[in-house]
């Protein structure tokens, strides 16, 4: 565990039980005294060639809590020497040099375990293109254990953009791993997973089903929704086209005990109406 690259790497029940007791315990004390500052003496690099508003600002939070510095290049594609043309491993090789861990984000699929082969430090997928974003899904699994008090036996719909969404593929991966869960995924035809995805998730002893209406959502256990992924398409024509075809609304809802999670942010994927009811999950985690 020197790196975190995929969420697959926390496939291990025991593990996210261990995970899960730290994580209510910091909950419980990271903004008193009490918390330890484990990470005194220590600098965190967070290294983002795409934007982010929660990955970024959480890493930082949490390091400063936790007593470690921080140095941030935010939006590295315009701001750092990668702008000259300096190749990620340089840059990697460089940041050792500096900083304990790096987190880093970047728009293609892969450069987490890229940097990770030529670093020194452990390095954190933030998110690599549309293919992982790890702690996401600790985040996401952390919240429905929390809220439901399980993860297996549990009906999700995923929704709007499984081809393209990052969140979609880790947390479908790690849910896999529980017994009796069965997923339904929501979307145009053209953004739906790949058969291969969908075929995975089946040798895992998943039940998938695949739709492209909101028939019945609520009465789902999970919701989990997030934007179409712009920045993903090769045709703009193609994004405007989707992008109000599936928005979740109160009706959806009506005698619902479903919690809904976004990874956010949201753009067209929840009404704001929503926000307002029980069932929203996804500012609180
Ligand atoms: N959930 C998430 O990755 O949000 P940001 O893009 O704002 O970091």
Redesign the pocket.
């Known amino acids: 565990m020197l790196n975190i690259l995929t969420g697959k790497q926390f496939a291990d029940k025991n593990l996210l039980e261990k995970i899960f007791a730290k994580t209510s315990e910091l909950e419980k004390t990271y903004k008193d005294e009490t918390v330890s500052k484990s990470l005194h003496g220590k600098v965190i690099a967070t290294l983002f060639y795409?934007?982010?508003?929660?990955?970024?600002?959480?890493f930082e939070s949490a390091a400063l809590r936790l007593g470690a510095g921080v140095i941030s290049v935010e939006n590295a594609r315009a701001t750092s020497s990668d702008v000259k043309g300096e190749s990620l491993e340089d840059t990697i090789k460089m940041v050792n040099g500096y900083a304990d861990a790096i987190v880093l984000?970047h728009p293609e699929a892969g450069t987490a375990e890229r940097a990770s082969k030529v670093s020194s430090v452990p390095v954190m997928n933030?998110?690599d293109g549309g293919n992982e974003?790890p702690t996401?899904a600790l985040i996401d699994l952390y919240t429905i254990k929390k809220s439901l008090g399980r993860l297996d036996n549990l009906h999700v719909v995923f929704g709007f953009d499984p081809l393209h969404s990052r969140?979609i593929r880790s947390l479908s991966q790690l849910l896999a791993i529980f017994p009796g869960n069965r997923f339904t995924f929501i979307s145009p035809k053209s953004l739906a997973a790949t058969p291969e995805f969908l075929e995975a998730l089946k040798k895992e002893g998943v039940e998938v089903e695949v739709k492209d209406n909101l028939d019945g959502v609520g009465e789902a256990d999970v919701l989990y929704v997030n934007r179409l992924q712009e920045e993903r398409f090769e045709d703009r024509n193609e994004f405007e086209k989707n992008r109000k075809l599936f928005i979740l609304k109160p009706e959806h809802l009506k005698d619902s005990k479903a919690i809904v999670l976004d990874?956010?942010?949201r753009i067209d994927e929840i009404d704001v109406a929503v926000d307002d009811l029980p069932n929203a999950k996804y500012f609180e985690q």
């Open positions: 795409e934007p982010s508003t929660r990955t970024r600002l959480s984000r933030a998110g974003h996401q969140t990874p956010l942010p």
